[in-house]
């Protein structure tokens, strides 16, 4: 009992301990892990393709120029869109800052009795100007310059460590079959089959949410674009797209899309209640799309999480790693479910839990079925052949306490 103890002991501290290495390895591991998880999205069409005959190395050359056209293609209409957006935004400036003055300053002070003010951007020019002089010598310059040569370093570890996941996706892919069966051979033999089934549950859940996700942020963003653009707001395919990708954090592309046609609407059309409410309209549409048709047929409940859960999921991403957490936060929270649900039935089935006999009464045939944890018994009594049992007497089928309910 001891040596057991002991030997739990020191498998817990080792594990501890190699959590520990990894969290001071983080800036070199996250690589690691973002290829992993790219490998592990694009081994399905790999498979594919090798199945067919290619070599795997031609198939994963072939999936990876595929992603490579796609976003070449995409940035090269993505670009010139925004760049035409910004531009349009810069030529509106003045007459935004021309309508808060005359319009919504004035009914601002009207409104809510306060004191009337005007935007004076010379005045703002003037005072950033002097804000510069006063605090800036030419030390805070130099300082600048550094911060931004690091700055610049930084940038371009960056973009290497971008360029490095694709490179070691390609390899985890080349060899993945046989890294996913030296992964299994660790797994002791008296618990491999319990640990790839937990595997493969895991595995259907990410695999059946991941290609959910990715088709309602495609279609959610359709929807957006369409309607913005059919109530005239000129930006409206941008601000559409750009809000369906951002669904896959819930609740953040809803944020984003209606704070984003709101800004345009006022920049296009000046205080318009009615454009206000045909924007409302469309992103309650989309929300409804999303909620009782996208999510429901595409989606299902994949996840198993509250809403609330949901929330606290992404927050809790968002505080462990950022916005690459709020992007796993789901899926991690998927196989926690999956994995949480194996342990509470490993729970109830030790004998800490205990069994409890669990009464349930039929009243069309009369009949009473007692479930326990580790026995399921129906015992037919029908009323007609129910007999009380005299003082002193056992039952001859069971000695566990019934409790009909009334």
Not at 39 to 48: E, G, M, N, R, T
Not at 53 to 72: A, D, E, H, K, Q
Request: hydrophobic share 55%; with cysteine; net charge negative.
């Amino acid at each position: 009992m001891v040596d057991r103890t002991l030997r739990r002991v020191f498998i817990l501290a080792g594990i501890a301990l190699l959590l520990w290495i990894l969290y001071l390895l983080k800036p070199v591991v996250i690589p690691f892990v973002a290829a992993f998880l790219m490998a592990y999205l694009f081994s399905p069409l790999v498979d594919k393709l090798h199945d067919i005959g290619l070599p795997r190395w031609l198939s994963i050359s072939i999936v990876f120029t595929g992603i490579g056209i796609v976003m070449i293609l995409a940035i090269w209409y993505l670009v010139p869109l925004i760049w035409q957006q910004l531009i349009y935004a810069r030529d509106n400036i003045p007459a935004v800052i021309g309508w808060i003055n005359s319009t919504f300053l004035p009914w601002l002070s009207n409104t809510f009795n306060v004191v009337e003010m005007e935007i004076d951007t010379t005045q703002i020019s003037d005072v950033v100007m002097d804000y510069v002089q006063t605090n800036y010598s030419a030390d805070s310059i130099q300082a600048f310059l550094l911060r931004l040569a690091q700055s610049g370093i930084n940038f371009l570890q960056i973009g290497g460590t971008i360029v490095l996941i694709p490179i070691i996706a390609f390899y985890f892919l080349l060899d993945w079959d046989r890294m996913l069966e030296s992964l299994r051979r660790l797994i002791p033999r008296p618990y491999e089959q319990s640990t790839l089934r937990i595997v493969g549950e895991c595995h259907s859940v990410l695999g059946a949410f991941v290609k959910g996700q990715f088709l309602v942020m495609i279609l959610l963003g359709i929807v957006y674009a369409i309607g913005l653009q059919l109530i005239g707001l000129e930006v409206g395919l941008i601000i559409g797209m750009v809000a369906g990708l951002a669904s896959i954090i819930p609740y953040l592309g809803f944020a984003v899309g209606i704070i984003a046609a709101v800004i345009a609407t006022f920049l296009q059309f000046g205080i318009d209640w009615w454009q206000l409410v045909l924007v409302g309209i469309v992103f309650m549409v989309g929300q409804a799309v999303e909620g009782y048709v996208l999510q429901p047929f595409l989606l299902g409940d994949k996840i198993g999480l509250s809403p609330v859960a949901v929330v606290f999921a992404v927050l809790a991403g968002a505080q462990l790693a950022g916005f690459l957490g709020m992007l796993i936060a789901l899926p991690v929270a998927a196989v926690i479910v999956v994995l949480l649900r194996h342990a509470r039935e490993y729970y109830e089935c030790t004998s800490f839990y205990g069994n409890q006999a669990v009464v349930m009464n039929d009243p069309a045939t009369g009949s009473i079925s007692v479930e326990t944890s580790d026995l399921d018994v129906d015992i037919e009594m029908k009323k007609s052949e129910a007999k009380p049992l005299q003082e002193g007497e056992k039952s001859s089928k069971m000695d566990v306490p019934l409790h009909k309910d009334s």
